[in-house]
């Protein structure tokens, strides 16, 4: 006699609802950091859609914040179907929930946020690692050098560079090799903390802002006379074509296996210059905060932000962070649809990073 199980395989029916993605940042005004609320139709996963095609630009948006009672309009941005955005007058404030609402003919959602009241993080002190098997001390950057709504003037470098005060900034080293390149556990090059039990979840972005300065391709300076002697001096070909000229400078050039393994291979433009994503962004939850090789692609001035965020954005991305799974549908807060509706509240500061040895 043969035994079985009988398993519940239940597969859900798809259903057409409103996709909705729109982050609030404390103290900021809707679209300050370059991003939109966007919203468009969902598609089976079975279907070929063009995704352009399902983004919709007349719906109906809100959003309220509920200590008030009051109603924004959240209008589409002109020749960008299906973003949205409130006024540059409103400004989102800590500690307050707010409620979005979108109407497109017979759908209808809502969800609801509760900006985190703040975020705070400093560069340790005496913090200390084991690097080829000897205890040394992690450097320390100042991370009070920059006010966040500067971020509004991030296309405007001019106006940018006369808000910073460049004495303030640290320079960090990034070195190369041994235990400095190698995984998650490399040696960083410093670290950030804050309180844990004041934050579910905590994104890390960092922002190269010279990352796109253009120059000669480095090379080996035999002689120091820093002119490339074709006879003795060999270069770094970044973009391969055989010719010493002019790439993407400041980008972290590395072809070692290890660096391929971690980072997969790089990505070039119609010039065959290689670069890497920018911004690029991580999720940590647990402090200290080692800022390794990994969060960097770019020497130069870089923008370092810390974002607390709600418990919709840590519930969404819980269940499957990777997003590997396309049939598994994250935790969503939308009601009647799918997408997050999401806050956060940042602290950013910039660094230098350099190259070390």
């Not at 802002?209 to 770094?236: I, M, V």
């Not at 072809?255 to 911004?279: A, Q």
């Not at 390794?292 to 519930?315: P, R």
């Not at 819980?318 to 997003?323: H, V």
Request: glycine fraction near 6%; proline fraction near 5%.
């Amino acid at each position: 006699m043969m035994l079985s199980c009988e398993f519940d395989d239940t597969v859900a029916a798809y259903e057409d609802k409103l996709v909705v993605f729109c982050n609030l940042s404390a103290n900021l005004p809707l679209g300050a950091n370059g991003d939109t609320c966007y919203i468009s139709l969902s598609s089976s996963i079975d279907d070929e859609a063009d995704v352009d095609e399902l983004y919709i630009e007349n719906a109906k948006v809100t959003i309220t914040r509920v200590s008030t009672n009051k109603v924004y309009p959240v209008v589409p941005v002109p020749n960008r179907k299906g973003r949205y955005l409130t006024a540059d007058t409103l400004i989102f404030q800590p500690g307050e929930t707010y409620i979005l609402n979108a109407v497109y003919g017979t759908f209808s959602i809502n969800a609801e946020t509760t900006i985190p009241s703040g975020m705070d993080f400093f560069s340790p002190d005496n913090q200390t690692q084991k690097c080829e098997g000897e205890e040394q001390f992690v450097p320390t950057v100042n991370t009070e050098n920059f006010e966040l709504q500067w971020i509004n003037y991030m296309e405007n470098p001019d106006t940018l560079n006369q808000l910073i005060d460049f004495s303030t900034i640290s320079t960090a080293f990034y070195n190369h090799g041994s235990c400095y390149t190698e995984s998650f556990a490399s040696f960083p090059l410093f670290m950030l903390d804050f309180e844990a039990g004041n934050y579910a979840t905590i994104k890390v972005t960092t922002v190269a802002l010279e990352a796109y300065t253009r120059g000669l391709e480095p090379f080996e300076d035999l002689n120091g006379d820093y002119l490339y002697n074709e006879d003795s001096e060999s270069f770094a070909d970044f973009n391969r074509n055989g010719i010493h000229d002019s790439t993407f400078v400041n980008l972290i050039y590395d072809t070692s296996l290890v660096y391929k393994i971690w980072k997969e291979d790089y990505l070039r433009d119609e010039n065959g210059d290689p670069y890497r994503v920018n911004p690029f962004t991580w999720q940590v939850s647990t402090p200290p905060v080692p800022l390794s090789w990994l969060f960097f692609n770019y020497y130069g001035l870089t923008l370092v932000i810390l974002e607390a965020t709600d418990d919709a954005y840590y519930n969404y991305y819980s269940g499957d962070p990777a997003g590997q799974n396309q049939y598994l549908l994250p935790e969503s807060n939308i009601v009647d649809g799918y997408g997050l509706f999401s806050s956060t509240n940042a602290k950013a500061f910039l660094v230098n990073i350099a190259s070390g040895i």
